[in-house]
């Protein structure tokens, strides 16, 4: 059964490794070599592709070390980035949805995600970075609350 939160989150993975003119593959080249270290402290075990690592890094940004911001901040600051996030995702924090989100995927939150500030989908990130690995429930509500932020 195709996972249904890949389908959500489609655009956002395909936003993540694009910035500028700089073509996809040098991009995440160097977001993947200039974030290793981090990589490997805050997105171990997170499967390579679809833009999952640079989620994982945009969900986990307030612990991002000097050298990776740079990388990540290219990637987020990208008009791509900005065209495929509505403005509603990225301002929800404290709203219902994001409670309801937080509540029926408690145990992936806390499993995969903790430590993630609220806001600016960090949450949905983190959610959807980890999703082969993500419960069934959880994807579902993680589609629900981005088919009504759009």
């Known amino acids: 059964m195709a996972n249904i939160f890949y389908k959500a989150m489609l655009p956002f993975a395909l936003s993540l490794p694009l910035a500028g003119t700089t073509p996809e593959p ?39 070390s000097n050298t990776c911001r740079p990388e990540l901040t290219k990637v987020t600051n990208s008009r791509t980035f900005e065209r495929m996030i509505p403005p509603s995702v990225l301002k929800m924090k404290n709203t219902p949805g994001e409670t309801k989100l937080r ?14 500030p609220p806001g600016k989908a960090r949450l949905l990130a983190c959610l959807y970075a980890w999703s082969p690995q993500v419960s069934g429930t959880c994807n579902t509500e993680a589609q629900s609350v981005l088919r009504h932020l759009k």
């Open 103 to 116: 509540k029926v995927c408690a145990a992936d939150i806390k499993a995969r995600c903790p430590g993630v």
């Open 26 to 64: 040098v991009r995440a080249s160097a977001l993947l070599a200039q974030c290793s270290t981090d990589i490997a402290s805050l997105c171990n075990g997170v499967r390579e592709g679809r833009g999952r690592i640079s989620a994982c890094l945009y969900a986990h940004s307030n612990k991002i």
